[in-house]
T-cell receptor, first 115, second 113 residues
Framework: KAGVTQTPRYLIKTRGQQVTLSCSPISGHRSVSWYQQTPGQGLQFLFEYFSETQRNKGNFPGRFSGRQFSNSRSEMNVSTLELGDSALYLC??????????????FGQGTRLTVV | QKEVEQNSGPLSVPEGAIASLNCTYS??????FFWYRQYSGKSPELIMF????GDKEDGRFTAQLNKASQYVSLLIRDSQPSDSATYLC?????????????FGTGTRLLVSP
């Protein structure tokens, strides 16, 4: 069974540019969550999508947005990049119908560097 | 008070010993609890998942949950140098209808040969 796939693995962008990251969840999983990991702040929740609907959003500015497609694949977009957006962006896939089925599995992540 | 607290370590143990990692959480509505292992430069890897009070064993790993004390722990028996990594505790509250993991800052484990 294939795991969570994130593309691209590495990105270097310039301040002010925008970037789109992609996540393909485990087959059958309908929930996709995005997290940002930095050395100073650790892992922080960005947002979660389920059946193409954003169900919750973390405390990040509106420059961070996302969407989910009918096949559960998700994209995350960051506009007007700032140096502080440099981080490892992680996508997690789960099938959270009940609490005993709520394991979340992470992809390899996308390492974004803003210069 | 942080939502999920872990001692940052490093926790140093000799090879073959038992490593004990601890985590406390503040939200009594939390329903499921996770331990992830993260090697430097890699993404978190799910090791254990527990949602009922008590112990759950999987190979060399045992997760312990005490909801009354809001405490989760991970025991690693027969620790190996390959277990050296950062261990992240995460909690999830599902009754609000969405999946959101809140992470601790992680405990760095060093297993010496």
């Amino acid at each position: 069974k294939a795991g969570v796939t994130q593309t691209p693995r590495y990105l270097i962008k310039t301040r002010g540019q925008q970037v789109t990251l992609s996540c393909s969840p485990i087959s059958g999983h309908r929930s996709v969550s995005w997290y940002q990991q930095t050395p100073g702040q650790g892992l922080q929740f960005l947002f979660e999508y389920f059946s193409e609907t954003q169900r919750n959003k973390g405390n990040f500015p509106g420059r961070f947005s996302g969407r989910q497609f009918s096949n559960s694949r998700s994209e995350m977009n960051v506009s007007t990049l700032e140096l502080g957006d440099s981080a490892l962006y992680l996508c997690a896939s789960s099938f959270p119908w009940t609490v005993d089925e709520s394991e979340a599995f992470f992809g390899q992540g996308t390492r974004l560097t803003v210069v | 008070q942080k939502e999920v607290e872990q001692n940052s370590g490093p926790l140093s143990v000799p090879e073959g010993a038992i490593a004990s990692l601890n985590c406390t959480y503040s939200d009594r509505g939390s329903q499921s609890f996770f331990w992830y292992r993260q090697y430097s430069g890699k993404s978190p890897e799910l090791i254990m998942f527990i949602y009922s009070n008590g112990d759950k064993e999987d190979g060399r790993f045992t997760a312990q949950l005490n909801k009354a004390s809001q405490y989760v722990s991970l025991l690693i028996r027969d620790s190996q140098p390959s277990d050296s990594a950062t261990y992240l505790c995460a909690v999830n509250r599902m009754n609000t209808g969405f999946q959101k993991l809140v992470f601790g800052t992680g405990t760095r484990l060093l297993v010496s040969p």
